[in-house]
């Protein structure tokens, strides 16, 4: 194995800590005692007496800088990471007028200060969302900080503390809310699967077992203003997912993932009529959906990055309270069955590429068949047997795969 997490206490209860070794150097790469590639290593400059020593489960080398350049060192871990660094060790037995710093890819974290007492380098209470990329450290000496030589000898060990509340969906797979886990759950900061729970329960936020069925209720509003809010809080990393301040200024909401890519998030969900479930993408504006009755709902996204969703409830512009009853909670405006993620754009069938096959689509094609195409038909996607015609025949396989698709979710 390249690492082993060892799951620690959090109010998550999804904080990991990775550990990684050193074994033999090897053409820019270095193995666990396994025969594993832990790391890969670059240099500039002079890097000297670089090498492994087996009694001492330790890593050797010495950076000899001239007077005119700077020499360094890059390590660069074949592990990947998501969710956010909490914190950043690195164990070694001396060290001597050198900089450390940590990277993801060419974001700088941090400089790690140096702990002569305990000789560890360290990051404490670092925010940065990682978003599954490797970690670097790069030892850098310069002419100016290498009075005495500069050299690190016996580097032993990387520690990454990761809070991994939310972390990318799998594509495809429902995510259905588990009575036997979430029934006991205080959902006010709780990771499920990747999913954040920041609820408010004096709001009627919470969860409920309807006939073994695990059900979401939200009865929090939230505004977009305040959502942006903490979207860009965590972009500049005063908080992250899973920090208590998160929870306070999101309590109302979920939390999710998506993977770089294009897709769609669904949700599986009815709302009362004078309030809608919100969805933002990252720095998007947020989508609006809604459905008074039971049904899967969906939002397109498309992300150079994996990507924190928003997802919260709002009063609508229009609305005029009625009353506030859905289900068993008594004032809860909505609530969600089950969640998913899809990285499929191209569903045949879908001819309103909203993400789902249903119902609308059976009726677009019925249109377009009696001469009155929709504005938006997607005629490749209606074409569903691929003879390069849309009939009758095309029409019975969207109802087929409208039916198995209510069965199957």
């Given at each position: 194995m390249l690492a082993l997490p060892l799951l620690l206490s959090s109010l998550t209860g999804q904080a990991s800590e990775y550990t990684i070794g050193f074994g033999t150097p090897s053409k820019g790469s270095i193995m666990n005692a396994n025969g594993a590639i832990v790391w890969t290593y670059s240099d500039t400059g002079t890097v000297g007496n670089f090498g492994y020593s087996e009694d001492a489960d330790a890593l050797y080398f010495y950076l000899s800088p001239s007077d005119v350049a700077e020499s360094s060192l890059t390590l660069t871990s074949a592990q990947t990471f998501s969710g956010t660094i909490k914190s950043v060790s690195v164990t070694c037995d001396n060290a001597y007028g050198l900089e450390l710093k940590a990277y993801v890819g060419q974001t700088e974290l941090g400089e790690l200060v140096y702990n002569q007492k305990t000789m560890d380098y360290g990051i404490t209470q670092l925010s940065y969302g990682m978003l599954s990329e490797p970690l670097s450290l790069k030892f850098i000496a310069s002419p100016q900080s290498a009075t005495n030589g500069a050299s690190v000898s016996g580097l032993r060990s990387v520690t990454v503390y990761i809070d991994d509340a939310v972390v990318p969906l799998e594509n495809d797979k429902t995510v259905a809310f588990d009575p036997s886990e979430l029934s006991s759950a205080d959902l006010s900061n709780y990771s499920y699967r990747g999913i954040l729970f920041t609820l408010d329960g004096s709001n009627d936020?919470?969860?409920?077992?309807?006939?073994?069925?695990?059900?979401?209720y939200i009865g929090s509003l939230l505004t977009?203003?305040?959502?942006?809010?903490?979207?860009?809080?965590?972009?500049?990393?005063?908080?992250?997912?899973?920090?208590?301040?998160?929870?306070?200024?999101?309590?109302?909401g979920i939390t999710m993932m998506v993977s770089k890519g294009k897709g769609f998030i669904k949700i599986e969900a009815e709302n009362e009529s004078d309030f809608a479930f919100h969805v933002k993408v990252g720095d998007n504006a947020p989508v609006q959906i809604s459905s008074t009755t039971r049904k899967w709902l969906s939002v397109p996204y498309d992300v150079n990055e994996d990507t924190y969703v928003y997802i919260y409830m709002v009063e609508k512009a229009?609305?005029?309270?009625?009353?506030?009853?859905?289900?068993?909670?008594?004032?809860?405006?909505?609530?969600?069955y089950y969640a998913k993620c899809t990285g499929s754009v191209d569903l045949p069938g879908d001819v309103n590429g909203n993400g789902i096959v249903d119902l609308n689509d059976v009726n677009a094609i019925v249109d377009y068949i009696m001469g009155a195409p929709p504005v938006v038909f997607n005629l490749t996607l209606a074409d569903v047997n691929g003879d390069g015609t849309v009939n009758v025949a095309d029409l019975v396989k969207v109802i087929q795969i409208v039916k198995e698709h209510t069965i199957a979710e």
């Open positions: 936020d919470g969860f409920e077992d309807e006939d073994g069925e695990g059900v979401i977009d203003a305040a959502v942006d809010n903490v979207n860009n809080a965590v972009k500049n990393h005063s908080y992250s997912p899973g920090d208590g301040g998160y929870a306070i200024d999101f309590a109302g229009s609305a005029v309270r009625a009353g506030t009853r859905i289900g068993r909670r008594a004032t809860a405006h909505g609530k969600i």
